[in-house]
């Protein structure tokens, strides 16, 4: 019987385990590597949003869904334009990533609040840029300040694109593995809106034979996108100037205004004349931008109705 070689098989056995060790370092990886590389790599940026009102926030929300935290500061123009901040609200503002703002003299003390925030964490976004703004024939005073830009560009749909755009920009730019998701988002929103701003530009022949005045600029912007003359009694000083120009028209009238005070103030001095009068309301930051293009629809086929 052959004997059994001790020399030989612990000589193999070496050899297998040379081999088997070679074959470890240079093909295999630890799991535990892979992991972690993975979860850093699907791990999600969150987001702390504050807009300077609830109208930034809603459309903000549109975009984002629940993948960010987004707040609001203020829920009326009132509070917005009368903001006296303190450097408790700058401190709490510092914190967020990123604060988007209207822009366009809609909050008057945004620059010395921008001043007094700490830098370096917060990214600050005007909506305003890139818009076409419109100013006030004479500059207005609102809660102190002196108003020359009319603050109410985003009446037009084509500048509330722009706004919309602003707002989809600044967050892919610091959300760029989602950019797709905000695109989409951004384009679901804005087919949306075409249609409704086509309904409201079909309804505008309604206006056909009519001279249309306004007694105060609010609606610039949306009489100039609807592309309607608008002929302005803002000068009350020419009060009678107006009243002698509104009972010589030939053809129909219809006053058009935002502001019920000045409209009634107006309206006091001019008796006798005849006219139709329709009041399209500024919407409140609550409201949604659809309600206020309905809104304008209803109204100008209501006038219709009354012919």
Request: proline share 2%; aromatic share 14%; hydrophobic share 35%.
């Amino acid at each position: 019987m052959k004997r059994f070689d001790m020399k030989k098989f612990t000589f193999v056995l070496i050899g297998i385990n040379i081999i088997f060790f070679i074959f470890i370092s240079t093909y295999y990886r630890p799991k535990v590597v892979n992991t972690i590389n993975d979860d850093v790599e699907q791990r999600d940026t969150y987001l702390n949003i504050i807009t300077t009102n609830k109208f930034i926030y809603s459309a903000t929300k549109q975009l984002v869904k629940d993948k960010h935290n987004v707040t609001y500061m203020f829920n009326n123009n009132f509070d917005s334009m009368n903001f006296k901040f303190t450097n408790d609200s700058l401190d709490n503002v510092s914190k967020y990533d990123l604060l988007l703002y209207m822009g366009s003299s809609s909050e008057p003390w945004i620059n010395d609040f921008i001043n007094g925030l700490k830098k370096g964490k917060v990214g600050i976004v005007n909506l305003s840029r890139g818009t076409k703004t419109l100013n006030y024939i004479k500059s207005q005073t609102i809660a102190g300040y002196d108003i020359k830009i009319n603050p109410y560009y985003w009446l037009s749909p084509d500048e509330y694109k722009i706004m919309l755009y602003n707002i989809k920009s600044s967050i892919q730019d610091k959300d760029p593995k989602n950019r797709d998701f905000y695109e989409d988002n951004y384009d679901e929103m804005i087919s949306e809106l075409d249609k409704e701003s086509k309904d409201v530009k079909d309804t505008v022949n309604v206006l056909s034979g009519y001279t249309i005045y306004t007694t105060d600029e609010d609606l610039d912007y949306l009489t100039k996108y609807l592309g309607i003359d608008v002929i302005k009694l803002t000068d009350l000083t020419k009060i009678e100037d107006y009243k002698k120009m509104l009972g010589e028209s030939a053809s129909k009238t219809l006053i058009l205004y935002s502001d019920q005070a000045k409209f009634n103030e107006f309206s006091s001095k001019i008796n006798g004349t005849s006219y139709y009068q329709m009041q399209i309301k500024i919407p409140e930051y609550d409201d949604q931008y659809r309600y206020y293009l309905e809104n304008i629809s209803l109204k100008f086929k209501g006038l219709n109705k009354k012919l």
